[in-house]
């Protein structure tokens, strides 16, 4: 068996950089890359102040390997048009001149505090939005992606691509979440911890009783309810759920749409539809809907 072929991607600033003894060795290329130089160094000690130890060898280094993955991820994001990798180098050499290596360093930042401001879960508490832990939440997600050693292949962009892709789809279930709940029946539900997938879980499972009501906090007497006007009313579940779609905009349809095809065939519903004690029911609906339930009984 011949052993996989591994093809080394080293971060565009280091791809770039080694194109400038290319340009030839005239005087207006020597101020070029001097001027890089000495932009680099002034990005690596302001990151070296921010994010690692200024007055430490070793903070100093990291700082280095930030600056590495900082620059390289605004190059990347700049040329995301460009899919031949040797014209793609060309063009970052080109805009490190240019524009200058400190705008390029403030796209890739840019980048990496948008997509910590993003979820990166559907369980959101009050702590997610105390600016001390945001500002900790940024400066791990920065060396995560950022720290991008010269010497060796770095894919930092396309973690970057993964994580921005995962975390929007957790966005898209919390502003679900968070539409409901400011529509829940008896009126907004204000609470500063959310549990999004509980949240969704309840319109979908309340949804088959009819009616289009929006149902985003419940509580054991009103499940109790709603068990029995299932049973007694023989309810058409898939009616149930076109009309709780009606009501729900178009930017959240889809999530809720996603979460009815999970549901359908659960042994919740199911259990809901026969026989099963209202007890067995309600510590199913736990697993659903989490802390989205108050508390009634002791």
Known sequence: MLPAIVIERLPRLIRAIRLLPARGGNAEVTEQAVALADELAGITAMVA??????????????????TIGGVSLGLE??????????????????????????????????????????????????????????????KELFVDLCTADPGETWSGYERYLGQLQQRKGVQAIVRAAEWLRRHHWEGAVKDPDLNAEGVIALAVIFGIEGGGRIVARTGQKEFERFVQSVRTGKHDYE?????????????????????????????????????????????????????????EYP
Do not use: C, M
């Not at 102040?49 to 930030?66: C, P, S, V």
């Open 49 to 66: 102040e921010k994010f690692t130890n200024d007055r430490t060898a070793e903070g100093i280094q990291r700082a280095q390997l930030l």
């Open 77 to 138: 994001h700049l040329l995301e048009d460009e899919e031949d990798e040797a014209v793609g180098d060309q063009a970052a050499l080109g805009l490190l001149i240019s524009e200058g290596a400190e705008v390029v360093f403030q796209q890739g930042f840019r980048l990496v505090r948008e997509l910590s401001a993003l979820p990166e879960d559907t369980l959101v508490g009050e702590y997610d939005k105390d600016p001390v832990y945001s500002q900790r939440r940024l």
């Open 239 to 295: 009616a149930g759920w076109a009309k709780l779609l009606e009501n729900i905009p178009s930017p959240h349809q889809r999530v809720i749409a996603e979460r009815i095809d999970s549901y359908r065939n659960s042994l919740l519903l199911k259990h809901i539809g026969d026989k099963t004690p209202l007890k067995q029911l309600f510590v199913e609906l736990e697993n659903y809907a989490g802390s989205e339930i108050d508390a």
